[in-house]
């Protein structure tokens, strides 16, 4: 399967937390989650590298955290204290490395009382 897989989205309260999972196979430089929003272009949440290396985009920085399990060649994406602003499609992105890029087809994400 070339196109890493999302799942996990759903509907959560604000102050609340929601882990999202992406199945992805092959030889893997990068796995990163971005979002999007019918307001917003499509925006980095957050990536990690093939040596365990992560990275953050200021806005969910010390509220969300990328990891990854080699053996289901799987990669998670917590979330906690999600506000209302966090509401949009989540999707995930390989990268090889050749440098091709899949998408996931994404999955929804809403936070709301």
């Known amino acids: 399967q070339v196109q890493p897989v999302e799942s996990g989205g759903g509907m959560v309260q604000p102050g609340g937390s929601l882990r999202l999972s992406c199945a992805a196979s092959?030889?893997?430089?990068?796995m990163g989650w971005y979002r999007q929003s019918p307001e917003k272009q499509r925006e980095w949440v957050a990536t990690?590298?093939?040596?365990?290396?992560?990275y953050y985009a200021d806005s969910v920085k010390d509220r969300f955290t990328i990891s990854r399990d080699n053996a289901k060649n799987t990669v998670y994406l917590q979330m906690n204290s999600l506000k209302p602003e966090d509401t949009a499609v989540y999707y995930c992105?390989?990268?090889?490395?050749?440098?091709?890029?899949?998408w996931g087809k994404g999955t929804l994400v809403t936070v709301s009382s």
């Open positions: 992105k390989k990268r090889t490395y050749a440098d091709m890029e899949y």
């Open positions: 092959g030889i893997i430089s990068s």
């Open positions: 990690i590298t093939s040596g365990g290396s992560t």
